[in-house]
T-cell receptor
Framework: QVQLQESGPGLVKPSQTLSLTCTVSGGSISSGGYYWSWIRQHPGKGLEWIGYIYYSGSTYYNPSLKSRVTISVDTSKNQFSLKLSSVTAADTAVYYC????FGEGNWFDPWGQGTLVTVSS | DIQMTQSPSSLSASVGDRVTITCRASQSISSYLNWYQQKPGKAPKLLIYAASSLQSGVPSRFSGSGSGTDFTLTISSLQPEDFATYYCQQSYSTPPIFTFGPGTKVDIK
């Protein structure tokens, strides 16, 4: 059973770069057939998709965040990562990683437990 | 961009009640609609994919229906563990841009 776990700093200063890693266990990122995604949730708010990556390195980002987002993959460590540059308080959120299934519905399953990142000086 | 709305935004119900939540897309999304359940402090959990397919391990009291612009999530007999917030999610465009509805909070009457 595939499980995902986010890790990274819980506090980032304004204008700096937020960096998070998602470690996948119980399955290989390189096995193909799935994409790997980041999603965030502002405190008390709804869900916002950030972007996804395939094990080959192919990516696609939410146009609203595209200029600041980089998602990368390290197949040797079975991990994928998120970098969000020039952060402000508006980037304070719980960040989730999830496996993305491309089918008729294109759905996210499973999800990591999430990690809260606060942007503050 | 495709916008998603949900109604109601919240509802109060009793154990055993039949609950229906509606999700509407601003344009046709075929069956590219999924439903998630989120409990406080937890990650969302997939319930229904492709509008009406029940995810493995999800109780059969959950069902989904609809296509085009109007979709419904139904809980046939509400259980104590079902009190949560429910989100719909679409991804119809190519390449897909994933958007979520604003959520429907189900709490105890």
């Amino acid at each position: 059973q595939v499980q995902l776990q986010e890790s990274g700093p819980g506090l980032v200063k304004p204008s700096q770069t937020l960096s998070l890693t998602c470690t996948v266990s119980g399955g290989s990122i390189s096995s193909g057939g799935y994409y790997w995604s980041w999603i965030r949730q502002h405190p008390g708010k709804g869900l916002e998709w950030i972007g996804y990556i395939y094990y080959s390195g192919s990516t696609y980002y939410n146009p609203s965040l595209k200029s600041r987002v980089t998602i990368s993959v390290d197949t040797s460590k079975n991990q994928f990562s998120l970098k969000l540059s020039s952060v402000t308080a508006a980037d304070t959120a719980v960040y989730y990683c999830a496996r993305l299934w491309f089918g008729e519905g294109n759905w996210f399953d499973p999800w990591g437990q999430g990690t809260l990142v606060t942007v503050s000086s | 961009d495709i916008q998603m709305t949900q109604s109601p935004s919240s509802l109060s119900a009793s154990v055993g009640d039949r609950v229906t939540i509606t999700c509407r897309a601003s344009q046709s999304i075929s069956s590219y609609l999924n439903w998630y359940q989120q409990k406080p402090g937890k990650a969302p959990k997939l319930l229904i994919y492709a509008a009406s397919s029940l995810q493995s391990g999800v109780p059969s009291r959950f069902s989904g229906s609809g296509s085009g612009t109007d979709f419904t999530l139904t809980i046939s007999s509400l259980q104590p563990e079902d009190f949560a917030t429910y989100y719909c999610q679409q991804s119809y465009s190519t390449p897909p841009i994933f958007t979520f509805g604003p959520g429907t909070k189900v709490d105890i009457k």
